[in-house]
């Protein structure tokens, strides 16, 4: 699909929102304000199920719209996710094929690689509770990503998932909270 | 008056109740703004905006605040170490106004939206004192600290009782503790 310009980008949203500021709380994706929307995303609508259907397509070179049913819904206070995470954050969606809050973005944070980059994302267990089981979510992770140049690992608020390695090079599916053989670690 | 905010408002009533002065600094109140009304706050008496505990070893209860400043939106976060003379000492550990990384993200952005997260998805609770494994051991953060007062090694432990400040439903936790030996606050990132 040929991009579209930012500025008609922007428009199509506003048209499909309601205007400045609306919340979309339809199925599909759901954008708080506006001001929340990069430049760097391409949002349209209308292109299958139509500004009132379920579903706003991620354009991108990595994404696909939803084929399992599944969606990505990203919370609240998204700022700027980033296009290449937030192509493979769908695609895990749909390799999950079921519902998953997405939380990611531009906030403060340590290191230039990470959430704070826009170059991560977090499945938080609270909000997709009950949380997809760590074997299901592996298996996913491994299918969908390029393990030798992203990483993922289980916290304990959320499973977190980067496009970049971590320290040092780390990739692949961390232990994080398990320990070398797979036993949960408890963290106190 | 939003019947969350009135919990945090008795809360410090009833430390004035008792005798104790626990003053806000100049320039913060407790949190009012709307975007405080967060429903995921209601799975906690005090909405993840305070909590108590004895921080520093001394055997007194020390307080845990998110305040909201007077003159712009985003939030503080402040421990409050009980004197034996039952007056409080604050320590300021987080501030939006000021953060350096934060006011980075609003530069490059050129909109103070990041700010909205903070009161919308930031909370506080209590740590027990024990081992962890920090982000740095997890490899996610560089092992090397970007300021005085973060430790950036691959464990910590924590002596006494400490303060997670945590986003809800992520990561981006901070672990923060005393140290004895500075008088003061550190911390240390726990995940991305």
Same mark, same amino acid.
């Given at each position: 699909?040929?991009?579209?310009?930012?500025?008609?980008?922007?428009?199509?949203? &506003? &048209?499909?929102?309601?205007?400045?500021?609306?919340?979309?709380?339809?199925?599909?994706?759901?954008?708080?304000?506006?001001?929340?929307?990069?430049?760097?995303?391409?949002?349209?609508?209308?292109?299958?199920?139509?500004?009132?259907?379920? &579903?706003?397509?991620?354009?991108?070179?990595?994404?696909?719209?939803?084929?399992?049913?599944?969606?990505?819904?990203?919370?609240?206070?998204?700022?700027?996710?980033?296009?290449?995470?937030?192509?493979?954050?769908?695609?895990? *969606?749909?390799?999950?094929?079921?519902?998953?809050?997405?939380?990611?973005?531009?906030?403060?944070?340590?290191?230039?690689?990470?959430?704070?980059?826009?170059?991560?994302?977090?499945?938080?267990?609270?909000?997709?509770?009950?949380?997809?089981?760590?074997?299901?979510?592996?298996?996913?992770?491994?299918?969908?990503?390029?393990?030798?140049?992203?990483?993922?690992?289980?916290?304990?608020?959320?499973?977190?998932?980067? *496009? *970049?390695?971590?320290?040092?090079?780390?990739?692949?599916?961390?232990?994080?909270?398990?320990?070398?053989?797979?036993?949960?670690?408890?963290?106190? | 008056?939003?019947?969350?905010? !009135?919990?945090?408002?008795?809360?410090?009533?009833?430390?004035?109740?008792?005798?104790?002065?626990?003053?806000?600094?100049?320039? %913060?109140?407790?949190?009012?703004?709307?975007?405080?009304?967060?429903? %995921?706050?209601?799975?906690?008496?005090?909405?993840?905006?305070?909590?108590?505990? =004895?921080?520093?070893?001394?055997?007194?209860?020390?307080?845990?605040? #998110?305040?909201?400043? #007077?003159?712009?939106?985003?939030?503080?976060?402040?421990?409050?170490?009980?004197?034996?003379?039952?007056?409080?000492?604050?320590?300021?550990?987080?501030?939006?106004?000021?953060?350096?990384?934060?006011?980075?993200?609003?530069?490059?952005?050129?909109?103070?939206?990041?700010?909205?997260?903070?009161?919308?998805?930031?909370?506080?609770? #209590?740590?027990?004192?024990?081992?962890?494994?920090?982000?740095?051991?997890?490899?996610?953060?560089?092992?090397?600290?970007?300021?005085?007062?973060?430790?950036?090694?691959?464990?910590?432990?924590?002596?006494?009782?400490?303060?997670?400040? !945590?986003?809800?439903?992520?990561?981006?936790?901070?672990?923060?503790?005393?140290?004895?030996?500075?008088?003061?606050?550190?911390?240390? %990132?726990? =995940?991305?």
């Amino acid at each position: 699909m040929e991009r579209l310009k930012p500025i008609f980008h922007l428009a199509a949203v &506003a &048209a499909c929102l309601g205007g400045r500021g609306a919340k979309n709380s339809r199925q599909g994706l759901t954008l708080t304000t506006l001001e929340n929307i990069p430049e760097t995303m391409h949002f349209t609508c209308g292109t299958s199920t139509g500004c009132n259907g379920y &579903a706003y397509e991620i354009v991108s070179d990595f994404a696909k719209p939803p084929s399992s049913g599944a969606q990505v819904r990203l919370g609240e206070g998204v700022v700027a996710p980033n296009e290449k995470a937030m192509g493979l954050a769908q695609k895990l *969606v749909d390799e999950l094929e079921r519902d998953q809050t997405i939380t990611s973005g531009y906030r403060e944070g340590k290191g230039a690689h990470g959430r704070d980059g826009g170059d991560a994302f977090d499945f938080g267990h609270n909000t997709n509770s009950p949380r997809v089981p760590r074997e299901e979510m592996e298996k996913a992770y491994y299918k969908v990503f390029d393990p030798h140049s992203s990483m993922a690992i289980e916290e304990t608020g959320a499973y977190h998932f980067q *496009v *970049v390695p971590g320290r040092g090079g780390a990739t692949g599916f961390l232990p994080g909270l398990r320990d070398k053989y797979g036993n949960p670690v408890p963290e106190f | 008056m939003n019947c969350k905010i !009135f919990v945090v408002t008795i809360f410090l009533v009833g430390l004035t109740c008792l005798g104790e002065t626990l003053k806000l600094p100049a320039g %913060w109140r407790v949190p009012k703004d709307s975007l405080f009304s967060m429903e %995921w706050r209601n799975s906690d008496s005090l909405q993840y905006l305070s909590t108590s505990a =004895d921080l520093t070893g001394d055997g007194l209860r020390d307080t845990v605040l #998110i305040l909201e400043p #007077i003159d712009k939106k985003g939030l503080g976060l402040f421990a409050f170490v009980k004197d034996k003379d039952s007056s409080y000492k604050p320590f300021n550990l987080f501030d939006t106004r000021i953060d350096k990384r934060l006011q980075e993200a609003v530069k490059k952005r050129k909109s103070q939206d990041v700010l909205l997260l903070y009161p919308r998805y930031y909370g506080v609770r #209590i740590v027990l004192p024990g081992k962890y494994v920090t982000a740095c051991g997890k490899e996610i953060y560089d092992c090397s600290a970007d300021d005085s007062s973060e430790v950036a090694t691959e464990k910590i432990e924590l002596r006494y009782f400490g303060i997670e400040f !945590f986003h809800y439903d992520a990561g981006g936790t901070r672990y923060y503790f005393w140290a004895p030996e500075k008088k003061c606050f550190v911390y240390a %990132w726990i =995940d991305d």
